[in-house]
């Protein structure tokens, strides 16, 4: 029974991150980390700028007229800004997504071979 716990351990961390269960690809686990890095990257820059845009529109509608935009953005640039980091947001989240599945797809083939 004990084996099969490792076993489960092994194979858990190899789905988790499944460049520990390929050799010798140094320069496909550089891709894949750059990849999965910058997915992240984006997402969290989106993520503060559509909350920056999305903070100001609130404080508009509340009847503040403090915000860093006032003057500069009107109220549907502001709505349109949002839309378009939130945009970006998922797009990030899927492109992140789609390198780790395809690494995962990368590493079972490589396993089976």
Do not use: C
């Amino acid at each position: 029974m004990k084996n099969s716990w490792l076993y489960f351990s092994v194979f858990f961390l190899f789905l988790s991150v499944p460049i520990f269960a390929q050799e010798d690809s140094l320069q496909l686990r550089t891709i894949v980390y750059a990849g999965l890095g910058a997915g992240i990257y984006f997402y969290s820059v989106n993520d503060r700028e559509y909350n920056r845009y999305r903070d100001a529109y609130k404080r508009r509608l509340a009847g503040y007229t403090d915000d860093e935009f006032q003057g500069i953005l009107e109220d549907a640039t502001l709505v349109d800004a949002q839309k378009k980091f939130r945009r970006q947001k998922e797009i990030s989240i899927l492109a992140t997504a789609a390198i780790y599945i395809l690494n995962i797809i990368d590493a079972n083939v490589d396993a089976h071979l």
